[in-house]
């Protein structure tokens, strides 16, 4: 499913001009990642994919909805958004009927809802977990419940805030997984991350937002090499960009599988 | 006599069944910065509730063994004379605001006028800690008012105001960007060598092996590794274990199998690496 | 992301010169007088004559005006159409509505009672917009109230603020999940569980990790509080306190002579 945004704003009522003329086209299955300092507008895009906020200028599309025409719980069926913050969503005795609620509220049929459940339940590694009442969990699993709750949803586009603040080495990458895994069944990713590594090695394309503007978007490799622009939105290059630069090879590269081939070429010259 | 002094410390919550702390033995001294790394779970912010008098004092459960900073004894004080040494920063910023204060001046006033501080005194050393943590410019806000990473820098703020002798931070850094991040790290390690004690709990290695003098690395409530950054953060038994470890490390473990890294020792950080990988 | 949690509004006036506990006793007496004035039409004056001319002198009639009818006017309304209706009192009856009657006596008797309700809302809101909360709860502590009593006080005034920002939180995370929360009544009523659970469990940890936070900072530390602003108490509030203790206890009076 497409979206296109075209010239969006949008003030708060404080006053305070979140978005001032932001422009994007995401192609159905595109991964995205959207960077950028505290402030930068990122939370304030990704609210009006689902209608939370209304555009106060500009146009909205998904696919050929105008948010503004639906409500928010019929964009849930377009779009599923996993909050920053788990807490602040899980209500339920246990994790299956937890992640039962989104899926049901869209009205599928019977069948169709346990499916989706048990593969989300499996996708987030929570199968054996399934009685559990979230809140005996640790918040790292409390956050795949969320993650959980939101895919089986099954929505042709899945907003992550922030999915790896707050998360360890093995849940980072049983979240890459999942990403990877929505990726192989033709969803839309769409994620707001400070996590550059991260970034660079699950995105194939990157947005850099600072003051409510996108300052660069592009292929991840061309956006993560530039480092001055970047700086702007208090955002470093990942680790490995970095290694790359400072070692003078001429390709900007990502991660490790990269950097390792354009090292190796490098040296061999 | 080290500054911190814990002996075979075993503790558990009142709710749970297994211990999450397991003989911890740990001696730092005065004026080091301690870096703690571990998966989640692995008993990290428990060690940091102890050391600042909350396991016990606050939790209750059952705790064994002794715990003594700046020559007392934790289970001999009561926790507001604890907290006059030891100060307590954690994850959650938002939590951390006292929700008494109207802006972000008088929300790291907040200590000193419990600890009786004199009026003349509180301003001038409020203004000094706004700016070595660089928010003097948030100094009229409300603390609600700001993101998550300016939260936090408010809150190891109002900790650094009170000149604790041992500074405990759980994750201080979760919400900032990585320009904040060093910055932080940059303020903590200058705490450290005006003779403040500093143990941090972090993820992010890079800055850890630039900054902290020892690490310890935590793993199911235990000490599994103890040692300098750059030898115990390239130590095969961390990526085994599920740590989290610098993709340098990682690059250059990868590296050496092709026998593209020529060095015995590993990379943490971004010179390191430079430096190994240079034909 | 609300720029102030708190209903005070930081600026220079009369009324945000008084001491705290002046204004908690101002706003005290107007609402005894209020009840115990044997004359009917007390609580209308002093809504008219005292209220609103404060919240001149205290540079927040635009805050006071905008509470009075997002808030005031509702609450003193509702309770104007309760007590017209169904306080059975009076035989003059002016209209009838299915079995209730509305008397002339229930009529009368509603607008003394919601304006009262009116000037207890005005008066405690006045209080808040122009009171400091930290400067209160050291006044308190000076004073001898224990601490932890006046942080309780101060963190109450401050939650409600923070619970909508929270509330709202939690109710966007649902929406998305497809909670439909903007049709029918018995669609919203469902919906109850989703939103309040969050809310709940949220507060249980934020109550403790907030407990961890002053204490770490020294909140029940044995030595005696300082304050960061001097807490203005001059002769003219000590002479403003007496007057009011005086009128109450006079108000007190001339109900028990008249009765």
Same mark, same amino acid.
């Given at each position: 499913?497409?979206?296109?945004? #075209?010239?969006?704003? !949008? /003030? =708060?009522?404080?006053?305070?001009?979140?978005?001032?003329?932001?422009?994007?086209?995401?192609?159905?299955?595109?991964?995205?990642?959207?960077?950028?300092? +505290?402030?930068?507008?990122?939370?304030?895009?990704?609210?009006?994919?689902? $209608?939370?906020?209304?555009?106060?200028?500009?146009?909205?599309?998904?696919?050929?909805?105008?948010?503004?025409?639906?409500?928010?719980?019929?964009?849930?069926?377009?779009?599923? =958004?996993?909050?920053?913050?788990?807490? %602040?969503?899980? !209500?339920?005795?246990?994790?299956?009927?937890?992640?039962?609620?989104?899926?049901?509220?869209?009205? =599928?049929?019977?069948?169709?809802?346990?499916?989706?459940?048990? #593969?989300?339940?499996?996708?987030?590694?929570?199968?054996?977990?399934?009685?559990? +009442?979230?809140?005996?969990?640790?918040?790292?699993?409390?956050?795949?419940?969320? *993650?959980?709750?939101?895919?089986?949803?099954? /929505?042709?586009?899945?907003?992550?805030?922030?999915?790896?603040?707050?998360?360890?080495?093995?849940?980072?990458? #049983?979240?890459?997984?999942?990403?990877? %895994? *929505?990726?192989?069944? $033709?969803?839309?990713? &769409?994620?707001?991350?400070?996590?550059?590594?991260?970034?660079?090695? +699950? !995105?194939?394309?990157?947005?850099?937002?600072?003051? @409510?503007?996108?300052?660069?978007?592009?292929?991840?490799?061309? &956006? *993560? @090499?530039?480092?001055? &622009?970047?700086?702007?939105?208090?955002?470093?290059?990942?680790?490995?960009?970095?290694? @790359?630069?400072?070692?003078?090879?001429? %390709?900007?590269?990502? +991660?490790?599988?990269? !950097?390792?081939?354009i090292y190796k070429n490098h040296r061999n010259k | 006599m080290a500054f911190i002094n814990l002996q075979n410390v075993t503790y558990k919550y009142p709710l749970t069944k297994t211990p999450v702390l397991q003989n911890i033995n740990l001696q730092v001294n005065e004026g080091e910065f301690i870096a703690v790394v571990g998966p989640n779970g692995a008993g990290k912010s428990t060690l940091c509730y102890t050391l600042a008098g909350f396991v016990p004092h606050f939790f209750k459960g059952e705790i064994s063994g002794s715990v003594e900073v700046a020559g007392r004894e934790s289970s001999k004080s009561t926790l507001d004379e604890w907290v006059r040494n030891v100060g307590l920063a954690f994850q959650n910023p938002f939590n951390q605001i006292s929700g008494a204060k109207y802006t972000v001046f008088e929300e790291i006033a907040f200590g000193l006028e419990n600890n009786g501080v004199p009026r003349e005194e509180i301003k001038p050393r409020v203004e000094e800690a706004l700016s070595l943590t660089d928010i003097s410019d948030l100094a009229d806000r409300s603390p609600y008012s700001l993101s998550g990473g300016q939260q936090q820098r408010v809150a190891l703020t109002s900790i650094l105001v009170m000149r604790p002798k041992l500074l405990v931070l759980d994750e201080p850094t979760s919400q900032m960007d990585p320009i904040g991040t060093r910055e932080v790290f940059g303020v903590v390690r200058k705490m450290a060598e005006g003779g403040m004690t500093v143990v941090m709990v972090e993820h992010k290695m890079e800055w850890i092996a630039q900054f902290a003098d020892r690490v310890i690395a935590l793993q199911d409530g235990k000490i599994l590794l103890e040692g300098k950054p750059n030898e115990l953060l390239t130590s095969d038994l961390l990526s085994e274990n599920g740590f989290g470890i610098s993709r340098y490390t990682s690059t250059a473990r990868e590296a050496k199998k092709q026998g593209l890294w020529k060095s015995e020792k590993l990379p943490v950080t971004l010179d390191e690496a430079a430096e190994g990988f240079k034909p | 992301m609300h720029e102030r949690l708190s209903y005070y509004v930081k600026r220079d006036s009369a009324l945000h010169r008084l001491n705290p506990l002046t204004k908690i006793i101002l706003a005290l007496s107007i609402v005894l007088v209020s009840i115990v004035s044997p004359w009917y039409w007390t609580a209308h004056i002093l809504l008219l004559l005292v209220i609103v001319p404060l919240s001149f002198a205290g540079r927040v009639s635009r805050e006071y005006f905008t509470s009075a009818i997002r808030l005031i006017l509702p609450a003193a309304g509702f309770i104007f159409l309760m007590q017209a209706f169904f306080q059975p009192i009076g035989n003059t009856v002016i209209f009838k509505y299915l079995f209730l009657d509305v008397t002339q006596e229930s009529l009368s008797f509603a607008f003394r009672i919601s304006t009262r309700i009116a000037v207890m809302i005005s008066a405690f809101t006045l209080f808040l917009l122009t009171t400091h909360p930290s400067e209160l709860m050291s006044d308190l502590t000076r004073r001898g109230l224990p601490p932890q009593f006046a942080y309780v006080i101060i963190s109450t005034l401050q939650i409600l603020p923070q619970m909508q920002a929270k509330a709202q939180t939690i109710i966007a995370a649902q929406r998305s999940r497809g909670l439909d929360t903007e049709s029918t009544f018995f669609k919203r009523a469902g919906s109850v569980v989703p939103l309040v659970g969050p809310l709940v469990f949220g507060s249980l940890v934020e109550v403790e990790e907030r407990a961890i936070a002053i204490e770490a900072r020294g909140f029940t530390s044995k030595s005696i509080k300082t304050s960061l602003h001097e807490i203005p108490d001059s002769l003219s509030d000590k002479i403003i306190r007496w007057v009011l203790i005086l009128l109450v206890l006079l108000s007190i009076a001339l109900k028990i002579w008249l009765s």
């Open positions: 499913m497409k979206i296109e945004i #075209r010239d969006l704003r !949008f /003030t =708060y009522p404080t006053g305070l001009e979140a978005l001032q003329g932001v422009s994007l086209v995401v192609e159905p299955g595109e991964q995205v990642a959207i960077v950028g300092q +505290n402030g930068a507008g990122k939370t304030t895009l990704v609210r009006h994919f689902n $209608g939370l906020l209304q555009a106060a200028a500009g146009s909205v599309l998904i696919g050929e909805w105008d948010p503004k025409k639906y409500s928010v719980a019929k964009l849930a069926s377009r779009v599923g =958004y996993v909050f920053q913050n788990p807490d %602040e969503q899980l !209500f339920s005795k246990d994790v299956g009927t937890e992640v039962k609620f989104g899926p049901r509220n869209l009205g =599928y049929a019977k069948e169709k809802i346990d499916e989706l459940v048990q #593969r989300a339940l499996s996708l987030t590694e929570l199968s054996d977990k399934t009685e559990t +009442n979230p809140y005996d969990l640790s918040p790292t699993w409390r956050k795949m419940v969320a *993650l959980a709750s939101v895919i089986a949803m099954d /929505t042709p586009i899945v907003i992550f805030d922030e999915p790896t603040t707050g998360q360890d080495a093995l849940n980072v990458a #049983r979240i890459a997984h999942v990403i990877a %895994e *929505l990726r192989r069944e $033709g969803k839309t990713v &769409i994620t707001i991350t400070h996590d550059i590594d991260f970034c660079a090695e +699950n !995105f194939e394309r990157v947005i850099a937002m600072s003051k @409510g503007r996108i300052l660069l978007d592009g292929p991840a490799r061309e &956006i *993560l @090499g530039q480092e001055h &622009i970047l700086a702007q939105t208090y955002v470093d290059p990942p680790q490995l960009t970095r290694l @790359g630069k400072k070692l003078g090879l001429k %390709e900007t590269v990502r +991660n490790q599988v990269e !950097f390792l081939e | - | -």
